[in-house]
């Protein structure tokens, strides 16, 4: 079973559009995060979600936007998209929120969004 | 071989020797520090962590080495096997947040 999932794992869309991408896990974290990979592999958090809760955004701009219905879940809205958005957004998730103090963070496999 | 993961530098290692992959680090108050290894087409996976008050971790094949003075952190690999070639990324922790950072990092390469 996998322990984070991404939906969906490749997105090819026209600028302009709004795509959502989500994310599920199934190990009973409490914190999940999406960050941005881009073609340099540098990778940035961008949110951090606690028990639903916003902890951290990463000078974000506002046509991303974030939701969590439930603690498994964190699903990513980005409206208007630009090609600058292209990149591979990764979930991930903890089973705490202090991310340092030992808790590992799973990351999912990533979403390759690519826009035209 | 060695080499200082700042721009996502290519190191090549011959199949069962040791690698040594660097990261200079950026904020002299992160209290701990995680490496990451990203295979192709996959998100990063934990590989070992080591906090601020330690100067040394050994797991299974690795060796995690944190020199504060410097701000540089180093990831060993013993006896480099084929399936260790992927990206490897140092990250620090710091802040009332815990924020994670991740460095540029690393692309090992194994040739058999």
């Known amino acids: 079973d996998t322990a984070v999932s991404q939906t969906p794992k490749y997105l090819v869309t026209q600028m302009g559009n709004d795509k959502s991408i989500k994310c599920e896990q199934n190990?009973?974290?409490?914190?999940m995060y999406w960050y941005k990979q881009d073609s340099k592999k540098f990778l940035k958090i961008m949110f951090s979600?606690?028990?639903?809760?916003?902890?951290i955004n990463e000078t974000v701009p506002n046509r991303f936007s974030p939701k969590s219905p439930d603690k498994a879940h964190l699903n990513l809205h980005i409206n208007s998209l630009e090609l600058g958005d292209s990149a591979v957004y990764f979930c991930?998730?903890?089973?705490?929120?202090?991310?340092?103090?030992?808790?590992?963070?799973?990351f999912g496999p990533g979403t390759r969004l690519l826009v035209l | 071989g060695e080499s200082v993961g700042l721009h996502l530098p290519t190191l090549s290692v011959q199949e069962g020797d040791n690698s040594i992959i660097n990261c200079a680090y950026s904020?002299?108050?992160?209290?701990?520090f995680i490496w990451y290894k990203q295979e192709s087409g996959k998100g990063p996976q934990f590989i070992i962590d080591?906090?601020?008050?330690?100067d040394k971790r050994q797991g299974q094949r690795v060796t995690v080495l944190l020199n504060k003075t410097v701000k540089h952190l180093s990831l060993q690999i013993a006896a480099t096997q084929p399936g260790d070639s992927a990206v490897y990324f140092c990250?620090?922790?710091?802040?009332?947040?815990?924020?994670?950072?991740f460095g540029t990092g690393t692309k090992l390469q194994v040739i058999p």
């Open positions: 991930a998730s903890s089973k705490r929120y202090h991310g340092g103090s030992g808790e590992t963070q799973y």
């Open positions: 190990l009973g974290h409490d914190t």
């Open positions: 979600y606690n028990n639903k809760e916003l902890i």
């Open positions: 904020n002299s108050a992160s209290d701990y």
């Open positions: 080591i906090r601020s008050n330690m």
């Open positions: 990250a620090e922790v710091s802040g009332g947040y815990q924020k994670v950072t």
